[in-house]
Structure formats: structure tokens, C-alpha cells
């Protein structure tokens, strides 16, 4: 029988107490702490971009999707991203290996940015109709990607929203509510995703096998937000987010102007509700 942990309340306080842990020092991202200690710099968040790049990149050649910065630029003008566990990965490279990548992107440029996978080697099978593992009423089609001599294999999933964060907003847990851009990545619930906790958004059988599947990595789940003011949190099923918000942890690929949120250009604006849990 499956196992996994559903926590309540009072587990996820005693965790998100204490402040100082806010987005840049908590265990997933412990090398980054132990840089700036050496270096005896602040405590800023300008030592994340090339760790970022490091893990996007590694992810890249694992996946033998050749040159990481044309794909960058691909990414960008086709307003593709990344997400799903490869995008976990980047945040908690040590906890598990992805198993596929999931690029996601409009379908006004997705026969352009088939053609890029093309250019990198990889061919679809139309035999492989992933479609149904990806319920959701904004994906208009899903295909698998191989190429010659490697073991792994990519999805492209083509979504109707013209931004493919619509997609993300709707999966299963807050787990995977990550994303890498052409230029950085963005995690949405960080305070919850880089301690590895997350909040389940759906509860079914096949939703359950997945939560088991991510508790064998470590990753704990819970079925509510910790007690909240409704309106001032974000970690919250009915607050209204935004992609622009203070909450959202976004990470340059290179060193920007502190003003300068280059992570989540050409995805703005965007706004989402989690809603109530969906069974
Ligand atoms: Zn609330």
C-alpha cells in the first residue's frame, strides 16, 4: 500500500516558523549558503544566478538537448517553459533524478519550437498519445520526444493559454508549481517548496499514487494551508496571486539590476486562484 504523509496545521507551523529562512537559505539550497559564508558576502540573492544556470544546464545535458543558451533563446521567443519534476529538480538537484522534461508552450509558436527540437535531434511518435496523464482543459495536445541513443525522452505539451503557466497552476500539488524560463526560474509557493512540503490541490486515487511517488523522495504533503489571514497571505486557496508578487521566488539565468525581474518576462501579467480541492 502506498504511504505518504498528509500533515495538518500545526506540523507545517513549528516548520515555517522563523523568517530568517525566507527563500535563500533553506536546506535545498544549503551550497548557495555555504558560497556566501566563504566569500563573507551579504546575504542577497545576487550568488543564485550562476547556481541556477549550473542546474539548468546539467538538466540540459542529462537530457543531451545540446546547446543550453540557444535553447534559452528558443524558450524565450516561443514563450516556452519547463516544468513538472524537471523544474523541481533545479530547486532539490539532490533528492531525485527527472525521469522526462516537460516543455510547455503556447500553440501559436509550438510548431516553431518543434522545429528547434527537431534541429536538436529529437522526433516525435504520434503512437505516443500522453494526453490523458495531463487532464487539463487549457492542454490541447501532449507528445513524447526521443532521440537516438538516449534512454530519455521529452513531452511537449501545447497549451491553449498563451501563457503555459495556466497549465502549471493546475497540477496536482504546489510541489510543481515551478517553472524554468528562457531566462531564470520562478517557484510559486517556495517558503513550502524548498523545505520539499507541499499542499495537495487534488485528491484522487491516481493524484495519491503521484504524492507517493514524490514521499519515496522525501517531499511531504498536506492537504491544508497553515492558519492564515485569507486576505494577506499568499499561502492561501482563495488568495488572488500574481506573477509580479513578492512571493513568487524568481531566479536569473545571468546577474541582473536588483529591479529587474527578467525571470518572469514575456509571462506577465498573470494572475491565479488555487481554489478549493478538486476530487
Ligand atoms: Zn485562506
Known amino acids: 500500500m502506498a504511504t505518504f504523509n498528509i500533515s495538518k496545521d500545526d506540523e507545517f507551523l513549528d516548520r515555517s516558523e522563523g523568517q530568517a529562512a525566507k527563500f535563500y537559505i533553506p536546506q535545498p539550497l544549503s551550497r548557495i549558503h555555504d558560497l ?3 566569500e563573507k558576502k551579504p546575504l542577497t540573492s545576487t550568488m543564485l544566478p550562476p547556481v541556477a544556470r549550473a542546474r539548468f544546464e546539467r538538466l540540459i545535458t542529462m ?3 545540446g546547446d543550453p543558451d540557444t535553447l534559452r533563446l528558443e524558450m524565450s ?4 517553459i519547463i516544468s513538472g519534476s524537471a523544474a523541481l529538480y533545479v530547486f532539490h538537484p539532490n533528492a531525485f533524478t527527472p525521469g522526462d522534461v516537460d516543455f510547455y508552450v503556447p500553440h501559436s509558436t509550438a510548431n516553431r519550437f518543434i522545429c528547434s527540437l527537431h534541429d536538436r535531434g529529437f522526433f516525435d511518435n504520434s503512437a505516443d498519445d500522453k494526453k490523458a496523464t495531463y487532464p487539463s482543459r487549457e492542454i490541447v495536445a501532449v507528445s513524447r520526444f526521443w532521440k537516438r541513443g538516449n534512454a530519455r525522452s521529452i513531452n ?7 501563457n503555459p503557466l495556466a497549465v502549471v497552476v493546475q497540477f496536482h500539488s504546489t510541489l510543481l508549481m515551478n517553472a524554468i524560463t528562457g531566462r531564470g526560474v520562478i517557484c510559486l509557493y517556495p517558503l513550502l517548496t524548498l523545505p520539499g512540503r507541499s499542499v495537495m490541490m487534488v485528491d484522487t486515487p491516481k493524484a495519491r499514487k503521484c504524492f507517493a511517488k514524490y514521499g519515496r523522495r522525501g517531499f511531504r504533503f498536506q492537504s491544508i494551508f497553515a492558519s492564515h489571514e485569507c486576505l494577506s497571505s499568499a499561502y492561501c486557496r482563495n488568495a488572488r496571486r500574481s506573477l509580479e508578487d513578492g512571493d513568487v521566488l524568481s531566479v536569473t539565468f545571468q546577474y541582473q539590476p536588483q529591479s529587474m525581474n527578467a525571470a518572469i518576462h514575456g509571462l506577465t501579467p ?3 486562484q488555487l481554489g478549493p480541492m478538486r476530487s
Open 77 to 80: 521567443k516561443c514563450c516556452a
Open 63 to 65: 537530457f543531451d538537448l
Open 270 to 272: 498573470f494572475h491565479w
Open 36 to 38: 556566501l559564508q566563504r
Open 156 to 162: 511537449l505539451i501545447i497549451t491553449q493559454s498563451v
